[in-house]
């Protein structure tokens, strides 16, 4: 949430021509669930923030999830267009 707040504080105007780019923190050595990682942003990126009516996807113009990893890339996706929020999945 902070990195976020700090983010949405960078932009300026309307958020047009604005990115936020997000990675698969700690899905990698520290073996955090993608899927976990991946509702985590989702519901901070829907919640309002900072005194705002609109949530925190308004700020910016585009949102990439960036991984080397494709299949991380296509969970994120996921659930970032899903109305729900994804099962976690177990070991």
């Known amino acids: 949430r902070?990195?976020?707040a700090a983010a949405v504080?960078?932009?300026k105007g309307d958020g047009s021509n604005?990115?936020?780019?997000?990675?698969?923190?700690?899905?990698?050595?520290?073996?955090?669930d993608v899927i976990k990682i991946g509702n985590?942003?989702?519901?901070v990126l829907k919640s309002k923030l900072m005194g705002s009516n609109d949530s925190i996807t308004k700020a910016f113009e585009n949102i990439w999830f960036v991984s080397?990893?494709?299949?991380?890339?296509?969970?994120?996706?996921?659930i970032m267009c899903t109305s729900e929020i994804t099962e976690v999945s177990k070991p």
């Open 2 to 4: 902070a990195f976020m």
């Open 9 to 11: 504080a960078n932009t």
């Open 18 to 32: 604005t990115y936020l780019l997000l990675g698969p923190i700690g899905t990698g050595a520290f073996g955090n």
């Open 40 to 43: 985590i942003f989702r519901k």
């Open 68 to 78: 080397t990893d494709e299949w991380k890339n296509d969970k994120f996706e996921k």
